[in-house]
């Protein structure tokens, strides 16, 4: 089973920054489109941003000109560099294999298990 751990969270005033990781294993064939979500208490998880198997990539406009995502060559693990931050950034910030493709052993819908990100004003 493949499995996603993200890690960089932590606190931080606004207007800092902080550099998201999400970690891919084991190693595949498979390419993946993968995003990264986020859900604050009582809210809805919402998109954030997205990197599809091509590179192509899409920010949710609350973050747009904030966040960059991007992934390494070997395509094993995801980024997220958050500047600027806002107290309403804070959330629990996961990861997730949003599709996959190379063949029937390729796992979608794959979320880690999350990592927390607080943004004090």
């Known amino acids: 089973q493949v499995t996603l751990v993200e890690s960089g969270g932590g606190s931080v005033q606004a207007g800092g920054s902080l550099r998201l990781s999400c970690a891919i294993s084991p190693y595949t064939s498979c390419t993946y489109d993968m995003s990264w979500y986020r859900q604050a208490p009582g809210k809805e998880r919402e998109l954030v941003s997205v990197?599809?198997?091509?590179?192509?990539?899409r920010y949710a406009d609350s973050v747009k000109g904030r966040f960059t995502i991007s992934r390494d060559q070997a395509k094993t693990t995801l980024y997220l560099q958050m500047n600027s931050l806002k107290p309403e950034d804070t959330a629990m910030y996961y990861c997730?294999?949003?599709?996959?493709?190379?063949?029937?052993?390729?796992?979608?819908?794959?979320w880690g298990p999350g990592t927390q990100v607080t943004v004090s004003s």
């Open positions: 990197i599809d198997m091509t590179g192509k990539i």
């Open positions: 997730k294999l949003d599709r996959a493709y190379g063949g029937y052993w390729c796992q979608a819908n794959v």
